[in-house]
């Protein structure tokens, strides 16, 4: 990890440093996403994700403003939305690992701590064709990366915050010209009991936030072998567990008593060959997830578990120097039990997928198909392409691409006494189109996409009859804007640099397939039109400071957007200052953060507030020892 | 620094794009039909989403406003509206979920006062006298079910009687109250007489298991509507062995049960509403995804239904016996009223709030 007192903006080096030192870095998963040609992307640089090491990766784009995130407030269930898309519309992909639930479609980011990732890239817009089922609104990846030569390395990171919350992180690794090995590991828990103005009480008052509080704790093996001058291998493990109270809406009289324990094992196996122009790559990958929530005001007690195999066998070739192909077969065998689905349902998905990159002179090509056979029913084909003219310091790309989902578990064999899945859901489908420019100079760059995007047979639950159940009962269009663009303003020895986010998503209900003839042409719920993020970065020898503010437009809460549910905008100002230090072989860095400096009143969702002005004090320590070269 | 012309207008515009675009409010406040003939819709809303609202229905213009709480007091009603019953020129409008009672002017929907002291899941009003108003209330672990004595001058809660489980809908009949014990999240079968002069139990009437709405016929003969009892088996399938079928009661002034309407085959779409027209003879309820009608002589339940449509809540206007079939899609959207007449035939249809469970007549 780049420390600050080594530049804050290392961004560059350390994609400058995984290029040339490619041959000294295993990425235990697939490249895939070098064919995402044409799209929108967000890379978050080590030192930023540096920064917010205590949280979990949606804490981290949340602070940062990339993306769209829905919660009902800080821990808790949290999901990505990228324009305007659902809850089971992002894939997430951790080293080549699918981490969508099987049972619901979702991944819950708020399990997933920062400090167990290297690096995350986010690219927005649709890529079933490479990732799969489900990434219809966007694809985050999440990797490790295995150094080899590095010596030895020891990190800790100690953390404290407002309202009762501690972080506390170990890691250390070894690797020599063979062997690679890295633990880490942490423990966090927040009590969150912070207070707020309760605007839904009568007159008004002020409150301490009840039954918030959430214990993570989880560790990280990692180990990697190069077999011989062209073969590899490596295998990493994640446990975690997880405890949420679930508290309820503030204007709720009860205090809830509900809890969710999230348990689950995460494994993969890699093995690589690499010659000069054909790579062969064989994954494997294990899945456990228990969830237990309970309610006891409810009388609730709703235990399920997933579980996942996969194998997936990639062959990469180059052909000439313009040519790159990747080919794959996949195949998923998921399963789950849960006390509301009878008996274990189970299923075999196998996907077999190409995508080739063709460069010619300035032009680059991206063609890309999937086709899955799921059980024994094929899903739609899944074809893309992707085009991008390096033209000087000007980039222009567009891509097409179709993409589906295939109904979850929950959605097709969901079984209680007040809801009944639907056996004969189809797959939602989409088409998405985007075009955009990236601009490149010397002190500044920008980039700006439009996107036009249709989903159907857009899965929702309502009640029929005497049971809610699923359907596809939705056509949403999607369209808008994204751009971002960051300046360097270099001032003698203090660096700067601004960076500005903004986009626009139009979202809405084209065709209703019910009874909901109001929701219409209506913008979809939890979707602000307009977001918007501002940030600047300035350091100054071994001080660094960073200041961002992020803007959330107006969010309807009910179908019909009426004015009076909607969520007001909000502007979120976060400030970071750091001191980094290095002597021989340590180094340490002083974060202290103060977030919603302007202790700003703002919602999650209507009931759920966010807290007001808080601070976090950190201190990371680093030993490294370099092997004698 | 190299930083030329173009790149500083480039920069400026996506300065401008992200601080200008505070998207315009354009909630304007509806115009309200004031001392206006028609009735209230109590949009229950999306359980813990705080969505609850109230609309009102104009009769002479036929027409419905929307959102009349919020529009008018300027902050939003609550979780989970319950009921909304009308009492000498005020509206007590119960929020379950909120545990509260608002109160609010019939006339210019402008908020009284909100009730909260004690009330912890509070699900119907009554108007016992000019001083005195009861609210019944489920308790919070959805069991101990009292009533809650509220001093209509000072609009507190003044005594608390204990009743039964899941305590539900109350009705005034030979100046005694009867309360019905639906259970709430459990199991009772008694209706509760309450003396309000001594705010005291003075008898129970068993009756089919969890009652949950009580009408009087012309006669003055007590209607009781019982859901039944769902017990399931792991599957969640019905387990019929311990379960009960939904019934309705008749009970004289004696209060004794003169027959009972019983279903024998438990379902999953149990009774949850039970309304008489203005006559005294005939009543709605809703049963199985339908609503059906039974007049007060009949003597077995009726084949078939009256609308063989499923609706959230029922009520019939006292005004022209129309029955309002509140209709809810989803509980994150609009739902609809659809105005029925006495023979069945639908008359019109509104949109309202979210999930619209009953009406409330001034």
């Not at chain 1, 042409?521 to 503010?549: I, S, Y």
């Amino acid at each position: 990890m780049a420390l600050l007192a080594n530049g804050a903006f290392a961004q560059q080096e350390q994609v400058a440093d995984s290029v040339i030192q490619l041959s000294e870095v295993i990425v235990s998963s697939s490249r895939l996403e070098s064919y995402a040609t044409g799209h929108f992307a967000y890379s978050i640089d080590s030192t930023q994700k540096q920064l917010l090491i205590n949280g979990s990766v949606s804490d981290v784009l949340r602070k940062l403003g990339i993306g769209h995130f829905r919660s009902y407030g800080v821990g808790g269930v949290t999901t990505a939305s990228f324009r305007g898309s659902g809850a089971s519309h992002t894939s997430v992909v951790w080293n080549g690992v699918t981490l969508q639930s099987p049972l619901n479609g979702q991944t819950d980011l708020s399990l997933i701590p920062a400090f167990l990732i290297d690096d995350i890239t986010i690219q927005a817009g649709g890529t079933v064709s490479l990732y799969g089922s489900g990434a219809i609104g966007g694809t985050m990846s999440l990797h490790s990366r295995a150094k080899f030569n590095e010596g030895l390395s020891l990190q800790s990171a100690n953390h404290v915050a407002s309202f009762g919350n501690y972080f506390n992180g170990i890691a250390a690794g070894y690797s020599n010209e063979r062997w690679c090995f890295a633990s880490k590991a942490f423990h966090i828990s927040a009590r969150n009991d912070f207070e707020y103005r309760n605007k839904y009480a009568v007159p008004s008052k002020n409150e301490t936030r009840q039954h918030n509080s959430f214990e993570q704790w989880g560790i990280l093996q990692e180990a990697d072998v190069r077999l011989n001058h062209d073969q590899s291998a490596g295998i990493k493990f994640w446990y975690q567990d997880n405890h949420f109270e679930v508290p309820n809406s503030i204007a709720v009289a009860r205090t809830s008593q509900a809890t969710q324990r999230d348990q689950f094992y995460r494994s993969v196996a890699t093995w690589r060959l690499d010659k000069s122009h054909n790579h062969f790559s064989y994954r494997f990958n294990h899945v456990a997830h228990l969830l237990d929530y309970r309610d006891p005001y409810t009388s609730t007690s709703s235990l399920s578990r997933f579980e996942s195999f996969n194998n997936t066998l990639e062959h990469v070739a180059s052909i000439g120097n313009v040519i790159e192909a990747t080919s794959g077969i996949t195949n998923i065998h998921e399963s789950s039990t849960a006390v509301e689905i009878a008996g274990k349902p189970s299923r075999n998905r196998t996907a077999l997928y190409t995508a080739w990159m063709y460069q010619l002179k300035k032009l680059k090509t991206t063609l890309g198909i999937r086709e899955e056979i799921v059980g024994n029913e094929f899903t739609p084909v899944a074809p893309s392409l992707g085009l991008e003219i390096h033209a000087g310091a000007l980039t222009p790309f567009l891509s097409v691409t179709r993409n589906y989902r295939i109904p979850t578990f929950n959605d097709l064999y969901w079984n209680d006494a007040g809801a009944h899945g639907n056996k004969s859901l189809k797959p939602e489908l989409s088409w998405s189109e985007e075009a955009g420019i990236r601009i490149h100079r010397k002190f500044w760059q920008a980039q700006m996409a439009a996107f036009n995007s249709l989903v159907d047979n857009w899965i929702l639950w309502s009640p029929q009859g005497n049971f809610w159940t699923p359907g596809n009962i939705r056509q949403v269009w999607s369209r808008g804007l994204e751009s971002n663009a960051s300046i360097q303003l270099p001032l003698g020895s203090i660096t700067s640099e601004l960076s500005l986010r903004y986009s626009y998503t139009r979202a809405t209900n084209r065709r209703v397939y019910d009874n909901s003839n109001s929701e219409l042409g209506k913008q979809l719920f939890f979707t602000p039109q307009h977001e918007g993020t501002a940030m600047l970065r300035t350091q100054w020898r071994r001080v660094a400071w960073m200041l961002n503010g992020t803007y959330t437009g107006k969010q309807y809460t009910d179908g019909s957007n009426n004015e009076y549910f909607a969520m007001k905008p909000y502007v979120l100002v976060n400030s970071w200052l750091t001191y980094g230090f290095m002597h021989k072989h340590y180094s340490a860095d002083f974060t202290f953060e103060c977030n919603n400096l302007f202790g700003q009143y703002a919602e999650a969702r209507p009931g759920y507030p966010l807290p007001g002005r808080n601070f976090r004090l950190g201190i990371n320590f680093r030993f490294t020892k370099p092997n004698q070269k | 620094m190299s930083l030329n012309f173009r790149s500083l207008i480039s920069v400026c515009i996506l300065c401008s794009l992200l601080f200008c675009f505070q998207s315009c409010d354009n909630s304007q406040e509806p115009e309200l039909p004031r001392g206006a003939t028609g009735f209230f819709i109590v949009n229950e809303g999306g359980f813990g989403n705080n969505n609850s609202s109230l609309s009102f229905f104009d009769r002479g213009l036929q027409k419905v406003t929307n959102n009349i709480f919020e529009a008018k007091n300027a902050r939003p009603l609550g979780d989970q509206a319950q009921s909304a019953t009308e009492f000498e020129g005020r509206l007590y409008v119960v929020v379950q979920n909120s545990g509260k009672v608002e109160v609010i002017n019939s006339d210019d929907f402008s908020s009284v006062a909100t009730i909260t002291d004690g009330l912890q899941s509070p699900r119907y009003f009554l108007g016992v006298s000019s001083t005195k108003g009861y609210v019944s209330d489920w308790g919070s672990d959805g069991l101990t079910g009292t009533i809650k004595v509220i001093d209509l001058n000072s609009l507190k809660v003044t005594s608390t009687i204990a009743v039964g489980k899941g305590t539900n809908h109350m009705i005034l009949k030979d100046n005694k109250v009867y309360a019905a014990n639906s259970g709430g999240f459990g199991r009772d079968n008694r209706v509760a007489i309450i003396d309000p002069s001594t705010d005291k139990v003075s008898q129970y009437i068993t009756v089919g298991d969890n009652p949950v709405k009580l009408q009087v016929d012309a006669t003055g003969n007590l209607w009781v509507g019982s859901a039944g009892f769902l017990a399931f088996n792991p599957d969640f399938s019905i387990d019929t062995k311990n379960s009960t079928g939904s019934s309705i009661s008749k009970i004289n002034s004696e209060n004794k049960e003169l027959i009972r309407f019983s279903y024998l085959v438990p379902t999953y779409g149990t009774i949850s509403a039970l309304e008489i027209n203005k006559g005294g003879n005939t009543l709605y309820y809703i049963y199985d995804n339908a609503i059906y009608s039974l007049t007060t002589d009949a003597n077995v339940v009726p084949a078939r239904p009256f609308i063989a449509k499923g609706y959230y809540g029922i009520s019939v206007d006292p005004f022209d016996d129309s029955i309002i079939a509140c209709y809810a899609p989803n509980f994150s959207g609009p739902g609809k009223i659809d105005i029925y007449n006495p023979g069945g035939g639908l008359l019109s249809s509104f949109d309202v709030g979210i999930a619209p469970n009953g009406c409330a007549f001034r």
